[in-house]
């Protein structure tokens, strides 16, 4: 069974940062493009950024770039969020989806999510 | 970037009903279109990916058509369980977008 664990949510002040994980088991997670997306309090789906297999290629939502990393770690099959600069418009669950498909992907499988709350 | 239209933003049904829900991408995106199910502090479900084609456990009553611009995801008989909030999302290319979702509520 595919499972992917995200940590790392919490309260943190406007312009701090966080860094968020995600732990996948119940599949081979190398060969995999790997996603973040996000959802404000009850608000529709964000994608935030994609990462390739072997770390060659990232994509980002220009809302995000120059603020967020994304990174992996495939011995460990962990997947990364470094985010700085952080607003309140940033207050969300952020989830962990690995992806399906060539270059671009969907979304087969998604964790439970964290949550990121960001106010003074 | 790639707009996706979703419509309606919700509808109310009733168990049995045919539902169809439709997602109008901003530009061609051949069959580069998913759609996932949403239950309230639950993680979306995939449900359907490359237009037309169900995730495994997917039940059969739910199905996906559609190519180019105009995409339909349809649910026939609606049960219990279908009561919940639908996206549609592009990814012929990235940015990766999202519908803004279909509320199905009774």
């Known amino acids: 069974e595919v499972l992917l664990v995200e940590s790392g949510g919490g309260l943190v002040r406007p312009g701090g940062s966080l860094r968020l994980s995600c732990a996948a088991s119940?599949?081979?997670?190398?060969?995999?493009?790997m996603n973040w997306v996000r959802q404000a309090p009850g608000k529709g789906l964000e994608w935030v950024s994609s990462i390739d297999s072997s770390s060659t290629f990232m994509h980002y939502a220009d809302s995000f770039k120059g603020r967020f990393t994304i990174s992996r770690d495939n011995a460990k099959n962990s997947l990364y969020l470094q985010m700085s600069s952080l607003r309140s418009e940033d207050t969300a669950v952020y989830y962990c989806?690995?992806?399906?498909?060539?270059?671009?992907?969907?979304?087969?499988?998604w964790g439970q999510g964290t949550l990121v709350t960001v106010s003074s | 970037d790639i707009q996706m239209t979703q419509s309606p933003s919700s509808l109310s049904a009733s168990v049995g009903d045919r539902v169809t829900i439709t997602c109008l991408a901003s530009?061609?995106?051949?069959?580069?279109v998913a759609w996932f199910q949403q239950k309230p502090g639950k993680a979306p479900k995939s449900l359907i990916y490359a237009a037309s084609n169900l995730q495994g456990g997917v039940p059969s009553r739910f199905s996906g058509s559609g190519s180019g611009t105009e995409f339909t995801l349809t649910i026939t008989s609606l049960q219990p369980d279908d009561f919940a909030t639908y996206y549609c999302q592009q990814y012929e290319s990235y940015p990766l977008t999202f519908g803004g979702g279909t509320k199905i509520q009774i």
């Open positions: 119940g599949f081979t997670f190398s060969p995999y493009t």
């Open positions: 989806a690995r992806g399906l498909g060539g270059v671009v992907v969907t979304l087969d499988s």
């Open positions: 530009q061609g995106i051949r069959k580069y």
